[in-house]
């Protein structure tokens, strides 16, 4: 067996092992055999080298190759730099707002805290922006359209809101009846980003209206939302149902003059509970640069105080309108209206009266039905009831009813796997912080609006207005302590104990 060789500067030779005279490395240096005294030979001669060690082999080849890599280093430069190049050519082509999120959100928060603006700088700040916008793009992913040809049947009936208000509990609530059946997907969108997208391929500016011909067209892109009617089958009612219909001041006439025959539902929500249920909502998304609920809220309550000068009760117009209005008091509650509906304030959405007077612009109250979700939620059988027989329809059957215990149980089941699973134990969580809202305080700034709501309830919903609540005197349970959000931030140590309900222990 061959001796293992060495380069050293001092060449030495052993009368034991075979003479390396006349033998050179590559650098010219000569060689010598590894003696026993050498300090890097951890082997002894025995008749033979004696196999190296694991340690020893790894040693060697590092050696090895770096006395070999003199040949080959243009070649790994060359491809060293390529590889940087072809990084860098990647992070220029790709989105630096996905890769580097987290340091560009800071910009955008501040932008999103800026009270100064007349249009708030987010979604909807103007819902008639051209050319298109990244919630046009949000909306052709969603792939509603799925009917071919213009055989849909358009809805006959409308659920118009409001956000986080139980429009997604009353839409399913509906869709359970036999003779209802729903459009593709809740929350289309048609009438607000679809309707400006088609009026953009017409090539109409924003304060154009379509012609008669374009209408056609738009109408049979409406259809392509709803299922076919079978010639076989009974016939069936059509809903669709998109909560940002209600606060959108551009959607009334158009749905008036697409669907004229239209009924329209709207169900509305404590405004203390909806603004924070907003918060907690789009939270991650929307209103990351606010410290707290709090500070979001007063935020915007700003921008909504600068029409309160617009407001009837502030020009002597206050109480309940008489019928019809007179030229004084429309232009009144038109000014106030457009004043609020000016752009998306999540705080403003709060302000029910103004979003109604805006449909009551283009539909009679005969085709709109209010109702208070508190009611929805607490007796959500008679309230169907009294829904179906307005619609003209039957009631629920028996079976039918079932449905919404299991849509209550689903909605739950979504909130504890959608929040509280990324919430376990953060001090610091969208929850905690929503509990730390001032609901006093929230309460305090909505009450005044509140009168405006009933002046129009009063005066064009006299039916209704016998059945609805006062919300500043309602200990509402949306949030605050005692809610279903109070008992898991509870379970999940968010939120301190103070008792345990047997509904809370079987969550956990």
């Known amino acids: 067996m061959l001796p293992t060789y060495h380069r050293h500067t001092t060449p030495t030779s052993s009368p034991a092992r075979p003479s390396l005279d006349g033998l050179q490395s590559r650098k010219g240096s000569p060689l010598r055999p590894l003696t026993d005294a050498s300090p890097t030979r951890h082997t002894s001669w025995a008749g033979g080298v004696k196999a190296p060690s694991p340690l020893r082999k790894v040693r060697r080849s590092l050696h090895f190759s770096q006395r070999e890599s003199t040949g080959c280093s243009a070649l790994e430069s060359a491809l060293c730099l390529t590889g940087v190049l072809c990084i860098l050519v990647f992070l220029v082509l790709y989105d630096f707002d996905t890769a580097f999120s987290d340091s560009r959100r800071k910009p955008e928060a501040q932008q999103l805290r800026q009270p100064t603006a007349t249009k708030l700088p987010w979604r909807g700040s103007n819902i008639s922006a051209y050319p298109d916008d990244e919630y046009a793009h949000h909306w052709e992913g969603k792939r509603c359209e799925r009917s071919t040809g213009s055989d849909g049947v358009l809805p006959r009936v409308l659920v118009v809101g409001v956000h986080k208000g139980g429009s997604t509990a009353l839409f399913q609530y509906l869709s359970a009846h036999g003779s209802v059946r729903p459009s593709y997907c809740k929350e289309a969108h048609f009438f607000d980003w679809k309707y400006n997208i088609l009026k953009r391929d017409f090539g109409l500016g924003p304060n154009d209206e379509p012609s008669e011909g374009q209408m056609n067209r738009i109408r049979t892109a409406y259809r392509s939302f709803f299922r076919p009617q079978d010639p076989d089958q009974p016939p069936f009612v059509s809903i669709e149902g998109t909560p940002s219909y209600f606060h959108t001041k551009e959607v009334p006439p158009r749905v008036k003059r697409l669907l004229p025959d239209t009924q329209v539902v709207v169900a509305m929500r404590n405004p203390v509970d909806r603004a924070i249920s907003h918060f907690m909502g789009q939270k991650a998304r929307e209103f990351k640069g606010f410290r707290s609920c709090n500070a979001w809220f007063d935020e915007y309550a700003v921008l909504v105080k600068r029409c309160d000068k617009l407001r009837p009760v502030e020009l002597g117009l206050g109480g309940p309108p008489k019928l019809p209005l007179d030229s004084k008091t429309a232009a009144a509650w038109d ?105 006093d305080h929230i309460n305090t700034f909505y009450k005044k609006y509140e009168e405006d709501m009933f002046d129009l309830l009063t005066a064009y919903f006299p039916r209704e207005v016998t059945r609805w609540k006062r919300w500043s005197e309602m200990d509402s349970p949306g949030v605050g302590s005692g809610s279903a959000a109070h008992k898991a931030l509870q379970d999940a140590g968010v939120v301190p104990k103070v008792t345990v309900t047997k509904s809370s222990q079987r969550r956990r």
């Open 335 to 439: 000014a106030y209206t457009d004043c609020i509906l000016e752009g998306d304030n999540p705080v403003a959405r709060g302000l029910y009266a103004p979003q109604l007077y805006n449909w009551l612009r283009s539909y009679s109250p005969g085709q709109l039905y209010v109702m208070q979700s508190e009611n929805l939620f607490a007796e959500p059988v008679d309230e169907m009831q009294r829904l179906t027989s307005w619609l003209g329809m039957r009631t629920h059957f028996k079976h039918e009813q079932e449905e919404f215990q299991v849509v209550g149980s689903h909605h739950m089941q979504r909130f504890n796997a959608r929040f509280l699973k990324t919430n376990m134990g953060k001090k610091d969580s969208v929850f905690a912080k929503s509990v730390d809202c001032n609901k």
